[in-house]
């Protein structure tokens, strides 16, 4: 029996989006970013004391972007899971971008809009929303020669970028000057499955 341990206010949300993309039956174990965490029982499932983790039938994962990979290797089909190596490859390369050239600055932004006044820096959220020009023509960019990431298909490429996205709309973060990148990342977020996601607690 699989068990996903996490809020859906935190990376969780990607996990538990990629386990409704694939039906496989699962648990959802709520998470709260409290001293839950830090208890013994948690901490031998995870412990760097983070939300994500999964128990698969006693094989323990975290990291969100290794559970995502997982889940989609282990339980899901292709398109989602493409069927060649190359294709794992750009799987591999697109989800390692989100993290590295997007998350980290769109977590700068989205702190600095929810601390409390005396403690946000608007100038580090404007330098993060010039930061993000970039990587997001990159993103445009490529988009502009297929409907997904892949090809014509959704794949966990997609689902991994569009939940690291998926911050965007929060801190209202101007996309109109990457329109095909907006109308990608609405058209991933409108999965039935991610709507269900993000409905959990």
Not at 9 to 15: L, N, Q
Not at 46 to 73: C, K, Q, R, V
């Amino acid at each position: 029996m699989i068990k996903l341990y996490g809020t859906s206010m935190s990376r969780a949300a990607r996990s538990l989006w990629a386990l409704e993309e694939v039906g496989v039956k699962y648990e959802h174990v709520p998470v709260g970013f409290t001293g839950e965490l830090r208890k013994p029982e948690y901490l031998r499932i995870n412990p760097n004391g983070h939300m994500p983790a999964l128990d698969d039938s006693g094989t323990f994962l975290w990291e969100s972007m290794a559970i995502n990979l997982y889940i989609a290797e282990k339980y899901g089909k292709a398109p989602l899971w493409p069927s060649t190596v190359e294709a794992h490859g750009a799987c591999y390369q697109w989800s390692f971008w989100g993290m590295t050239e997007v998350e980290s600055t769109l977590l700068e932004i989205f702190l600095n809009q929810m601390q409390p006044a005396e403690q946000r820096d608007a100038k580090v959220a404007q330098a993060g929303v010039e930061k993000l020009k970039t990587p997001l023509k990159v993103l445009d960019d490529h988009l502009q020669k297929s409907d997904y990431l892949l090809g014509k298909e959704f794949t966990i490429a997609d689902l991994n970028v569009a939940s690291v996205m998926s911050l965007a709309p929060l801190i209202q973060l101007d996309l109109s000057t990457t329109p095909t990148a907006q109308q990608w990342l609405q058209k991933c977020l409108a999965r039935p499955a991610n709507q269900r996601a993000v409905a959990m607690k």
